[in-house]
């Protein structure tokens, strides 16, 4: 079995029920979700030896959380503990032409004031095949990003594979440091990459010539990310592959769906997803992540590897809460042509 670990922050999660606004919440349902923790319970549904790593404070509610990882089979010894709190994001979902929103509260939580040497690397990285960060972790202090660099290098000395979501969020961004700062000397460090259009203008300034994510009305010509994905080669050498999600936002509850790789010589595309009734869209491109990931581990091709992550990450749109909970056989069900909605019986 494949050993992969991920670092970086889970929080709680609270939403109003249903498609409540902020405004009109008397009530919040409470769940827990975070990058790079999603990644680890995809992967863990899929069979693969998950581990998360994060700081934690020592309380309730942390407990809470890792015995919810646990459940869903993934490995946190690595969690190291301090601090006083945890981050907590509300999450407002939209619906039609109303977008969703997201608060944040994680000022001061655990993991950002984590800093290098907390975590045992050397031990945590022992025996493992992946490594997978994001870009949601360095954006946290410079201690967070001090630490995700000292993760990287431990990798790329131990020769583990290193993935990263380049994920960019600009609300995370307030500790005097920009992304186009901090990323570059990170993601040097890894062998694949997965973003999207907006994340590489954000953080290395490459865009596709001709555009506009906010006029695309679902339809995407896959084909004008190749410059994007060679641009990424280019500036970092050791990349051999990028990946790309592909989202054609028609409104808040309806998106087309798909994804590129890209190996420097071949632009393998997956079926597009016409989701028509999304019931949670967050968390979907770490689905496909964690998807892209299991893929390249059990499958002999890109091509199924990249229609395994896109398959993926269009049922984690049906699924409530960050975490994709579907399995193997249900997401090859769908790439051979299933999703039709019947009941399994």
């Avoid at 290193?162 to 990170?186: F, Q």
Wanted: glycine content about 12%; proline content about 2%.
């Amino acid at each position: 079995m494949a050993k992969v670990v991920t670092f970086g922050e889970v929080m709680l999660r609270l939403s109003p029920p249903g498609y409540l606004r902020f405004s009109q919440a008397r009530q919040f349902d409470a769940t827990f979700g975070g990058g790079e923790a999603n990644v680890a319970v995809s992967l863990a549904r899929y069979g693969v030896d998950a581990h998360f790593v994060t700081r934690l404070p020592q309380n309730d509610i942390a407990d809470m959380c890792t015995a919810e990882l646990k459940g869903l089979g993934v490995n946190t010894d690595g969690i190291v503990y301090g601090g006083d709190r945890m981050g907590i994001y509300f999450l407002e979902t939209g619906a039609v032409a109303r977008g969703s929103k997201v608060v944040y509260d994680r000022a001061h939580s655990a993991i950002s004031e984590i800093t290098p040497g907390m975590v045992d690397w050397h031990k945590v990285l022992e025996g493992a095949d992946w490594f997978h960060w994001t870009g949601i972790t360095p954006a946290l202090s410079q201690g967070a990003a001090d630490a995700c660099l000292e993760a990287i290098r431990v990798a790329n000395e131990m020769e583990v594979k290193v993935s990263c979501d380049l994920n960019y969020r600009k609300k995370l961004w307030k500790y005097g440091k920009t992304a186009a700062e901090v990323m570059p000397r990170l993601v040097a460090g890894c062998d694949l990459i997965l973003g999207n259009e907006e994340d590489a203008e954000k953080e290395f300034g490459i865009k596709p010539e001709g555009f506009d994510a906010e006029k695309t009305g679902g339809e995407i010509d896959q084909n004008i990310f190749v410059s994007v994905a060679r641009q990424l080669m280019e500036k970092f050498p050791r990349c051999k592959k990028v990946a790309i999600t592909l989202r054609g936002s028609i409104n808040a509850n309806h998106n087309t769906w798909g994804g590129v790789l890209y190996d420097g010589r071949t632009l393998w595309q997956s079926r597009r997803y016409d989701i028509t009734h999304i019931v949670d869209r967050v968390g979907g491109g770490d689905s496909f992540m964690g998807g892209l990931l299991y893929g390249l581990l059990a499958y002999e091709t890109d091509q199924e590897a990249i229609e395994f992550a896109a398959a993926a990450s269009c049922l984690k749109h049906t699924v409530f809460g960050d975490y994709n909970r579907v399995t193997v056989a249900e997401v090859e069900a769908l790439v051979r042509g299933g999703g039709s909605g019947r009941v399994s019986r």
